[in-house]
């Protein structure tokens, strides 16, 4: 049996078919089907090579200009010369104007300068997010010790050809990991806040292994005045298991804000302290408010969607569930949309679809999107009548919100794994009312642009 042959460490090794023999353990192994001496090929790691392989030829194709429009005859000249023509209505002239702008983007990289010379580009990117105005991102870094770090990159440079931004970090740390990227419309609250001269603002943190936790951070962590006077933590609210959170825009649900907990929803007054309480038979995973009602939305494991109107008091045996939606899968990410008549919502099957909230119905699928079991965000971007989505592939897909084409995928700059997910931020106004339109991509270290002319 040579499995079992008992050679000397001077011995002369024979060749034997089927076999493989280990130095370290002096032993001879049997190969099975699909696997060699010392490269075991796995499933995993066939999908893995074929993957990086499209990754590197879109890569190859976009470095050399080739992927300019999504199919021939797709050019500015033409679409004019059709809908002067009236062969083109407007609906179709813009959705295919979009088309080729968004096809025609080009990567550039960005350099980040900082005050600090030893803090720019030291951490991973975990979470960016744009201010209502698009003149600066919160940002979410990685520590290498462990734990995340906040900071605010002024995004003026942008009109420059130099691409150049400035980042400020502020000097609180945590060793909690950053959970949950915070919806959209709450990061624009807080950054409104913070920008306006506010004294508080939102963020959800929490261990990976162990309960969550809402804390309210001081404006003042951001400012690039009077270092040594910023404080630190202004409040904290200690949740457990939190998922997810959402900060109220309407008057009449003013300074409140929603944790979504393990089979429960939680609101809470942060001036007052008052809590309310809604029992659920899933995790609550994603969470906006609308602005127009005193209206919560609320997506949960089990696929369901829900609202919740929290001027009412939570009684025993009575209904407090609004409008109900469903969906296969676990909900990762709702959008309400501006009119707050549809709803975005996006679950761990990959399926991204539009639900008009006045007959709870599903209006549109946007298709091409992978997920499997990651917490991944729906940016909408009305003006421009775009959806982007990262999914765990790391490719960031751009649909048409009118029709649900897909317009593009753009790969990352970097090879695809679980701690390089992209995070984007789309807007026509990038730097202010007169800055330059685009993506704006974090991946690992970098951040990247997309010019969108």
Known sequence: DPSSSNLTQNSIVPELPGFYYDSEKNRYFRLLPGHNNYNPLTKESI???????????????EEKQKKKTTRAGLNSSMLLQKRQLGLLSSTSYCRLVHELKVNCMQRRKIEIHSPDSSVAGTNNFKIIVADVACERIFTVNDVEHGGCKYG????????????????????????????????????????????????????????????????????????????????????????????????????????????????????????????????????????????QTPMLYNG?????????????????????????????????SIRLLEAEHYLMAADMAGKIKLWDLRTAKCVKQYKGHHNEYALLPLHVNEEEGLLTAVGQDCYTRIWSL???????????????????????????????SRGVPGLLMAVKQDLYHFSYN
């Open 47 to 61: 999908q893995y090579k074929a993957m990086e392989c499209k990754r590197l030829r879109l890569l190859e194709e």
């Open 152 to 291: 605010i990159i002024n995004l003026s440079g942008l009109g420059k050809e130099s691409l150049t931004v400035e980042m400020y970090d502020n000097l609180y740390f945590t060793n909690r990991k950053v959970l949950h990227s915070v919806p959209a419309s709450f990061s624009c609250c807080i950054l409104r806040m913070l920008f306006l001269g506010s004294h508080s603002k939102l963020c959800l943190m929490g261990i990976a292994e162990t309960p969550g936790c809402a804390s309210l951070l001081p404006a003042s962590l951001f400012s690039s005045t009077n270092p040594g006077d910023r404080p630190g933590m202004l409040c904290s609210f200690k949740i457990s298991t939190a998922w997810s959170c959402a900060w109220c825009l309407n008057p009449q649900a003013d300074n409140c804000f929603s944790t979504g907990l393990t089979r429960r929803v939680l609101v809470t007054n942060v001036v007052t302290g008052h809590r309310q309480t809604f029992g659920t038979s899933s995790d609550v995973l994603a969470q906006q408010f609308a602005t």
């Open 402 to 432: 009118q029709d649900a084409q897909l317009l593009r995928t753009i790969p990352s700059p970097h090879p695809s794994s679980k701690d390089a997910i992209p995070s984007v931020v789309f807007s026509s106004r990038l730097g202010g």
């Open 300 to 332: 949960c494991r089990s696929g369901e969607i829900f609202s919740i109107d929290v001027r009412q008091r939570n009684r025993k045996g009575q209904s407090w569930k609004a409008i109900r939606l469903f969906h296969d899968s676990a909900v990762t």
